[in-house]
């Protein structure tokens, strides 16, 4: 237990410094769409919620297994369709080279 | 549970995989070029993750159960999906209570996770203290960012009062809550068999969450929308730790850093600190709000005028703020830069870090009404143009073009950082009246020479300004 406990925070701390380098690089003008692509991406948490249906212990884990599914899928579905929305709407006026 | 090391080593590597693009999606996303990009990439590892987990679940589980499992799955998954559709096509004006309901369902589906953890460990082998150490973290976490995001959502929606309501003690009241929860944490993490104090710490968490966002006012909604994406991040990695999980650790490390940072940029474009914007000064603003305020002359001007003097500059800034959100006037802004940039003027758009709900509102709601973004200026890049300005025009912004913010010392935002449109050669305000905004804070900017305030709604007002435009030129 020890050691995953350390493995842990070594992961956590390594992402929490590339996750501040590279997010102070962001340009304010995306600073919402960056939000809502954060919210679909810590939607991962969907994992979690799937081996817990998965894994059928007993029927309340079942049940909150279900709802934390059904949660973070509205999330991931719902921030990556409104995070490329928005990016489709930022045009340069400058004619672009496509 | 998982006997095949094989898939353990498979499941382990798409993880990894799903890992560096998430990295990589949030490296695209600094700029409009490549952002697109990072969707895609992002999206990839999802499926990936998601994929891996389904396909493990199918060798590991047990037979008798896994195709009900993968049905029960199935339906979450779809019923998941046509929730997200809509909540994916709402409107750009609604993108602040949009983004603060899905920090509230991200920090849900955390806590159940971490509920339905902690009784499936007691009841079965037990928890061990590290274990239940960030299992606490992860459902304290997650508990208050549920209720608090979804109060700032009510607020956002208007569905609560926007006012901030505050008693006496409120902060202790609060502290001594958070003091609660720590406690039965501490307790439960040796005991964690005391199922009875578990719910209560919930409890606790999720009566914090409501407390925490109910002194808080419309202004410093962007700050507190950061805020909230940090504690939703935060609380998805401290369930990775429980699940040891290194893609939840370090999507949620992601997450949390990215809220942390928007954060910090936010109550620095406040000129406060984190534990003043939580621990509400507005209580302070009110007080200063209510000294005398005598009715002193103002210059006001109509559609036509305005118009004139618009036609007549070479270079106009526009400053929008929440009131052009309000009005749904940013279309009707947009006809009026095509209208002015086609007479060969030079028309630019500055954009106060809080301008808005939440961070980079403005710039979104002017995306979507097809303003190029090259045009949209941050305060540090156009504050040194003012000066060779002829005209700026401020649409539903107030506090953030405040000149007393930089010379009155008793003013309640003495020191915020504040676009310096009072140096340009006209000022122009479209506001409905005289009335001080939201915070009840005069704007001195108003009663100076330069100065003329244009009454009336931000969407009729600029449209006639449009009108007047293009009827002058035919």
């Excluded at chain 2, 998805?236 to 949620?252: D, E, P, R, S, T």
């Excluded at chain 2, 118009?307 to 279309?331: C, E, T």
């Amino acid at each position: 237990m020890g050691s995953a406990l350390i493995d842990g925070l070594f992961v956590f701390m390594m992402a929490g410094f590339i996750g501040f380098e590279v997010i102070k690089r962001i340009s304010p003008l995306l600073h919402t769409p960056l939000m809502s692509i954060t919210n679909a991406l810590d939607a991962i948490a969907v994992v979690g919620a799937i081996v817990l249906v998965g894994r059928h212990e007993s029927r309340p884990a079942l049940i909150l297994g279900i709802l934390a599914t059904i949660a973070a899928t509205s999330n991931i579905v719902g921030g990556f369709l409104i995070t490329d929305r928005m990016l489709r709407m930022f045009k340069s006026s400058r004619p672009t080279k496509s | 549970m998982t006997t095949f090391a094989g898939s353990q080593a498979f499941i382990g590597f798409i993880y990894l995989i799903a890992s560096a693009l998430f990295i990589l999606a949030l490296k695209w996303m600094n700029a409009p070029p490549t952002a697109r990009r990072g969707i895609l990439a992002g999206e990839i590892g999802m499926v990936l993750a998601i994929g891996g987990t389904l396909l493990q679940l199918g060798i590991d589980g047990k037979l008798e159960h896994i195709a009900i499992s993968y049905g029960w799955i199935f339906v979450a998954l779809g019923i998941g999906t046509a929730i997200g559709i809509p909540l994916g096509l709402v409107q750009m004006t609604a993108v602040p209570q949009r983004t603060a309901l899905s920090h509230a369902f991200g920090a849900f589906c955390v806590t159940l996770v971490g509920t339905a953890e902690y009784y499936l460990g007691v009841q079965g082998p037990g928890i061990p203290a590290f274990k239940m150490s960030v299992l606490c973290c992860e459902v304290i976490l997650g508990g208050l960012t549920v209720t608090g995001s979804l109060m700032a959502a009510g607020k956002l929606q208007e569905v609560l009062p926007q006012r901030p309501i505050t008693f006496k003690g409120q902060n202790f009241f609060n502290l001594s809550l958070l003091a609660v929860a720590v406690v039965i944490a501490g307790y439960l993490v040796h005991n964690p068999a005391a199922t009875h104090l578990y719910p209560v710490m919930v409890g606790i968490a999720l009566l914090f969450g409501v407390m925490l966002v109910i002194p808080i006012g419309g202004a410093d909604m962007p700050t507190v929308i950061s805020l909230l994406n940090s504690y939703a991040g935060l609380s998805a990695a401290a369930m990775g730790f429980v699940l040891g999980n290194k893609l939840l650790i370090i999507a949620g490390a992601l997450d949390g850093s990215s809220g942390f940072i928007l954060s910090v940029i936010m109550s620095k474009a406040m000129n406060r600190s984190f534990t003043n914007v939580l621990f509400g000064a507005f209580g302070q603003v009110a007080a200063a709000a209510a000294g005398a305020q005598e009715a002193r002359p103002v210059k006001s001007a109509s559609p036509d005028e305005a118009a004139g003097i618009l036609a007549a500059a070479s270079k106009v800034v526009i400053v929008p703020g929440y009131g052009m959100a309000v009005a749904q006037a940013q279309h009707k802004v947009r006809e009026l830069y095509d209208s002015l940039s086609k007479r060969g003027i030079d028309v630019r758009f500055a954009i106060h870090p809080v301008a808005g709900r939440m961070p980079g509102h403005m710039n979104v709601l002017l995306a979507e009404a097809d303003v190029p973004y090259d045009r949209l200026m941050e305060m540090d890049d156009i504050n040194g143009d003012f000066a060779q300005t002829d005209v700026s025009l401020i649409i539903g912004a107030n506090d953030v073009t405040n000149p007393a913010a930089k010379t009155d010392q008793s003013s309640p935002i003495y020191g915020m950082p504040v676009l310096d449109v009072e140096k340009s050669h006209t000022v122009m305000v479209i506001k409905r009246s005289m009335n001080p905004g939201f915070a009840g804070i005069d704007n001195p900017l108003y009663y100076m020479d330069q100065t003329l305030m244009l009454f009336g709604d931000a969407k009729v007002f600029v449209s006639n300004i449009v009108k007047e435009l293009s009827g002058g030129h035919a």
